[in-house]
């Protein structure tokens, strides 16, 4: 509902009907009297001021001003409004003429359309903070007076009843968006700040909305957002943390709730009609998102991300695309912020928590059509802007594929694009090469899946170092308390238990707890990343030699291990002298049936040794031990044969992705 329409439902003293006809044609004389206070006129000039020439509207914020700042409230909130009784013995509402002058210049400050342009300038800062202390103190009057008194018991009256809340609402919306016209003043912005309330008020007049019946939350549009934007407004300074502080004690030290209420803003935002018009809205609203996210309490981060808050930032994406593309949209193009903001926020906090949860979460709300649908976009993006994309595309999303769970999901969305033909547009952008490196990173891992579940499956070697017979896994038995090793006899399975399996041997729910609770893959994932970590090792073995000679010139190959870093994109390659690693990292060996054959047999066996991110800075490892030695397999014909199936198996998936 529009403001005036809205206080004409409120407003007790109302002038006369000819007056606004008369302002278009003789400004002069309205504008005279309201600045001699007239009620009357001075609500004419608050409604309609706006509407002025530039000429006659320049300076006449300060005739509001200057009633602002010439009385003080009345001491007793319960003064401002009041029932009095007429001449005739009828109840009336009695407004007294000093608040009526103190609110309609509010309400005047309210309607500025244009805060930036009006109120930014130098010239007009002095004059912003000398009228400050009168703002704020019949502001903060107002707020109490009309927005936290409660309904009294003569206020059964449902017309009574009604008519407050009304106040009420019109009340925030006022003092909402006065403030906001003045804090675009950033040395007014910085004055406000200083007073005390200030941010306490505007945290209120946000949370509280949480309160208001759901029949009045239509009539005000973009009143919530104003709010928020105010908020955004006020932690804009250097210290934005202490501020950040202020809002949260203000709002009750109530994390869910505030994650709750920010979140619902930016989704009524980016539902609106006027979405890409009004993009400016769902800026101000992530702004104020990322500053509570930024702030020094990890309480709230941590609410914000548990509410979706990564589900709803590639929701805003998946509107950005279908907003911009629409056909009711015609030269509407989101700006640069908009498009980049939920990037950031996926930067920053996709590996906020342990585990890969919110990559997959985000994965599962969109993220990579998102990606698709917004590549037309990206030519109006600079370098800078666009890696900021990118990078959530061809860093982070690849370094969690080391989880199955992530990479099927990368998979079936690739698959649903492949389908949906989606790539004829994104062939031309910048975003194709990174698609590519991202369906061809994908590709390579689910073949290796496929082939280590047939592998699982179909082939076994014997844990008997003396033995190592190969064949199908049936025809093995399995050590009884661990479950992890076979064997080709009973024969073998008790020379390799003398021998140093009755050392390293646990439990199966021990095992399940260190891979879980420790620095080891899950078995679900291991499988498939050992195989993967021997591929790109005998795939890199030129890249490894040279690093051979280079870092340990005078160590023969076969006493070194390879180290592969799945923290980067693409992985980074090493090596190490064994020996001196495992003095070195211990605790990376608590499953050392690997290094026990490797360092019995040498020339038999080699170590790859991996690490994949695991969120906030951790990662977990992935040992693999290579039957032979690594540093010859590029020669090796049966190597050679199988890494031909598996590139062929690739084109064929990358083809699937790209629909062809």
Not at 515 to 524: F, V
Request: some cysteine.
């Amino acid at each position: 509902m529009d403001l005036q329409v809205l206080m004409d439902r409120v407003s007790v003293v109302k002038p006369p009907a000819d007056m606004s006809e008369e302002f278009v044609n003789q400004p002069n004389e309205i504008i005279d009297e309201a600045r001699k206070g007239s009620p009357y006129e001075l609500e004419v000039l608050a409604r309609h001021w706006q509407n002025l020439p530039d000429g006659l509207s320049d300076g006449l914020e300060d005739v509001f001003f200057h009633h602002l700042n010439s009385a003080d409230p009345p001491s007793d909130p319960n003064a401002d409004i009041s029932d009095r009784k007429d001449e005739e013995g009828e109840t009336e509402t009695y407004i007294s003429n000093e608040s009526l002058k103190a609110f309609w210049s509010l309400y005047a400050l309210a309607q500025t359309r244009k805060p930036l342009d009006l109120y930014s300038a130098d010239r007009y800062a002095p004059g912003i903070i000398k009228a400050w202390p009168g703002v704020f103190k019949w502001s903060a009057f107002f707020f109490v007076s009309r927005i936290q008194i409660p309904l009294t018991s003569s206020d059964h009256n449902p017309d009574s009843a009604a008519f407050k809340r009304s106040t009420r609402n019109i009340t925030r919306e006022v003092i909402s968006r006065a403030w906001v016209a003045l804090a675009w003043s950033e040395p007014a912005r910085k004055v406000m700040l200083d007073t005390h309330g200030v941010v306490e008020i505007a945290a209120k007049l946000w949370i509280l909305e949480d309160d208001e019946p759901e029949e009045d939350e239509e009539e005000f549009e973009d009143g919530l957002l104003v709010r928020s934007n105010l908020l955004s407004l006020l932690s804009r300074e250097k210290d934005h943390t202490a501020t950040v502080d202020r809002i949260i004690e203000a709002a009750g030290e109530n994390p869910a709730r505030i994650a709750r209420t920010a979140l619902t803003r930016l989704k009524q935002a980016f539902k609106s009609p006027q979405f890409i018009k009004d993009r400016q809205d769902c800026i101000a609203i992530f702004s104020l998102i990322m500053q509570f996210c930024t702030s020094s309490r990890s309480d709230i981060r941590k609410a914000f991300l548990d509410q979706g808050a990564v589900a709803v930032a590639v929701r805003l994406l998946l509107r950005i695309a279908s907003a911009a593309n629409a056909a009711d949209h015609p030269g509407h193009a989101p700006n640069s912020m908009l498009l980049v903001f939920p990037y950031i926020f996926l930067q920053a906090y996709l590996e906020a928590t342990d585990g890969y949860d919110l990559v997959l979460q985000a994965l599962n709300a969109g993220l990579l059509i998102a990606f698709v649908e917004c590549s037309p976009l990206y030519k109006n993006l600079s370098d800078t802007e666009y890696l900021v994309i990118s990078t959530t595309i061809t860093d982070i999303v690849p370094k969690y594929m080391a989880y199955l769970p992530v990479l099927q999901t990368v998979d079936t969305a690739l698959k649903t694009l492949g389908r949906a033909k989606q790539f004829s547009s994104l062939r031309s952008t910048k975003a194709w090469k990174d698609f590519t490196n991202l369906s061809q990173w994908t590709a390579e891992r689910i073949v290796v899946m496929e082939y280590s579940k047939a592998m699982k499956k179909n082939n076994a070697i014997c844990y008997n170092l003396r033995c190592t017979k190969a064949d199908v896994r049936n025809n093995f038995r399995k050590c009884g308390q661990c479950g992890t090793v076979l064997y080709c006899s009973k024969e073998c399975q008790v020379a390799h238990w003398k021998e140093g399996h009755k050392r390293v041997c646990m439990k199966k729910e021990d095992f399940s707890r260190v891979t879980e609770n420790g620095n080891i893959l899950p078995l679900r994932d291991l499988n498939y990343m050992q195989i993967l970590s021997v591929r790109l090792a005998r795939n890199s073995l030129p890249h490894l030699r040279d690093l051979a000679a280079r870092d340990q010139p005078h160590v023969p190959l076969k006493d070194l291990m390879v180290l592969i870093d799945y923290t980067d994109m693409p992985p980074k390659f090493g090596v190490a002298l064994r020996a001196k690693w495992a003095q070195k990292r211990p605790d990376l060996f608590n499953w050392p049936k690997h290094l026990f054959r490797a360092d019995l047999e040498p020339e038999t066996f080699t170590t790859v040794y991996g690490v994949v991110p695991h969120g906030e800075g951790k990662t977990r490892m992935v040992l693999s031990v290579v039957s032979g030695c690594i540093w010859n397999m590029d020669r090796n014909l049966e190597s050679m044969k199988q890494d031909a199936e598996l590139d062929t198996a690739m084109e064929a998936k990358k083809k699937e992705y790209w629909g062809l």
